[in-house]
């Protein structure tokens, strides 16, 4: 039964989006028609948050209940998609600012977990630092955390270290999406809130 609702919310997120994009390409070719334009990096930007407007809507309609969808691909006229969208799992490195051990001691416990020395010493870059507030912060302090205690096996639980809290936001969620047509790359990442409201994004070409 469980894997039925995963299948059909899968089939459905898909089915919402493809008509979404296949709208944008109609749009686009009636543009070039007239226009002799090619289709642009404004319209991968359209792809792209034409996805995120969806994923937002299935994430208000199964608030608690939407099963996680990851590395969907799929292709529309010439344009490749990947699709991922996961509840938000990653330690928040802005409660080793708090003086109240037991609101990071699981972060703690997370790096001797994983035989990852130096916890000290990264609590110490983040007291003298600002906020963290994207994820090119939290790599500029993991890079110079590697640095100063002359190991890189921080890189091991990379992925699980962030800036945001479940805790602190409620249950957040990542998407991910990936744009190809033709030369033109387009990746996005965000993180959402439970009622699909957008708490932080970043767009990058490739």
């Given at each position: 039964?469980?894997?039925?609702?995963?299948?059909?919310?899968?089939?459905?997120?898909?089915?919402?989006?493809?008509?979404?994009?296949?709208?944008?390409l109609?749009?686009?070719?009636?543009?070039?028609?007239?226009?002799?334009?090619?289709?642009?990096?404004?319209?991968?930007?359209?792809?792209?948050?034409?996805?995120?407007?969806?994923?937002?809507?299935?994430?208000?309609?199964?608030?608690?209940?939407?099963p996680?969808?990851?590395g969907?691909?799929?292709?529309?006229?010439?344009?490749?998609?990947?699709?991922?969208?996961?509840?938000?799992?990653?330690?928040?490195?802005?409660?080793?600012?708090?003086?109240?051990?037991?609101?990071?001691e699981?972060?703690?416990?997370?790096?001797?977990?994983?035989?990852?020395?130096?916890?000290e010493?990264?609590?110490?870059?983040?007291?003298?630092?600002?906020?963290?507030?994207?994820?090119?912060?939290?790599?500029?302090?993991?890079?110079?955390?590697?640095?100063?205690?002359?190991?890189?096996?921080?890189?091991?639980?990379?992925d699980?270290?962030?800036?945001?809290?479940?805790?602190?936001?409620?249950?957040?969620?990542?998407?991910?999406?990936?744009?190809?047509?033709?030369?033109?790359?387009?990746?996005?990442?965000?993180?959402?809130?439970?009622?699909?409201?957008?708490?932080y994004?970043?767009?990058?070409?490739?």
């Amino acid at each position: 039964m469980k894997k039925s609702i995963v299948l059909l919310v899968s089939l459905l997120f898909i089915t919402a989006i493809s008509a979404l994009i296949l709208k944008n390409l109609d749009d686009t070719n009636e543009y070039i028609s007239e226009q002799n334009y090619k289709l642009n990096k404004a319209q991968l930007l359209m792809m792209v948050k034409n996805a995120q407007t969806e994923a937002s809507k299935f994430i208000k309609k199964y608030p608690d209940d939407l099963p996680p969808l990851e590395g969907i691909p799929f292709s529309i006229k010439d344009i490749d998609l990947q699709l991922s969208l996961v509840e938000y799992d990653k330690y928040d490195l802005n409660l080793l600012k708090e003086k109240d051990k037991k609101k990071y001691e699981h972060i703690q416990e997370f790096f001797w977990d994983n035989s990852v020395d130096g916890f000290e010493n990264l609590q110490y870059l983040l007291k003298g630092a600002p906020k963290l507030q994207n994820s090119k912060q939290v790599d500029d302090i993991i890079i110079t955390f590697i640095e100063q205690t002359y190991s890189d096996d921080i890189l091991k639980i990379k992925d699980r270290l962030g800036f945001l809290s479940s805790s602190n936001e409620g249950k957040l969620y990542e998407l991910k999406i990936k744009v190809m047509y033709l030369k033109e790359i387009l990746k996005g990442y965000y993180i959402l809130d439970k009622e699909g409201k957008v708490k932080y994004f970043e767009l990058s070409f490739k």
